[in-house]
C-alpha cells in the first residue's frame, strides 16, 4: 500500500477472508508483488484509450527475520480506460477501472476461494489507488492526470510522480 495509506496489509486483514492465513502466521505484515504477466493490450479510441493488462499478484508474509513466505500467486486480468483531453496546452485525463477478474494459480496455504479476494481487491482499487491516481494529491490537479511541468511530469521521460502509486 502507499505510503500514508490507511490500509495496512497483515495476516490479521487478510485473515477477514483467509482465516488460514491468520493461523499459520498470526500478527505479520503482508507483501503484494505485482507483476506483467503478458503485453497489455492497448486499444485507441475518440473518448480515450483502454488497456487491458493481465498481472500476476505473488502474496508473502514478511517473517521475523525479514525474509518472506510465499502465501498464493493469483493471475488478474482489469480493463481500464483512460479519458483523454486537452485543457491549457495540457493533456488531462482520469482513469476508470473495470471489475478486476482473479483466478488462483498456486496456494502455499491450502485451496480458498478467490472470489472473497477479488472482493478486497476491487475495494482496495477503487478506494486506495483510483483516488490517488486521478486525484489531486498526486497529479497536482482536482481529479485529473495532467501531463506536462504542471503535473509533476515533463515530457514523458519524468516519471517521479508514478512511483508514488
Known sequence: MPNGSKFLLTTKSLGNVLPQVAKMFPNMKVQLQVSVSTPPQLNMQPTGLTLTPKLEVQAFVILPNS??????????????????????????????????????????IGPFQVELLQTVMDYVVHTVLLPRVNG?????????LVLGKEGGVDGLGDTSCLAQL
Open 136 to 144: 489531486k494529491k498526486l497529479w497536482r490537479n482536482d481529479r485529473l
Open 67 to 108: 525474509s518472506l513466505a510465499p502465501l498464493f500467486l493469483l493471475s488478474m486480468t482489469a480493463s481500464a480506460a483512460l479519458e483523454v483531453g486537452a485543457r491549457s496546452n495540457r493533456l488531462v485525463g482520469e482513469l476508470q477501472v473495470d471489475r478486476l477478474i482473479l483466478k488462483l494459480k498456486r496456494s502455499n
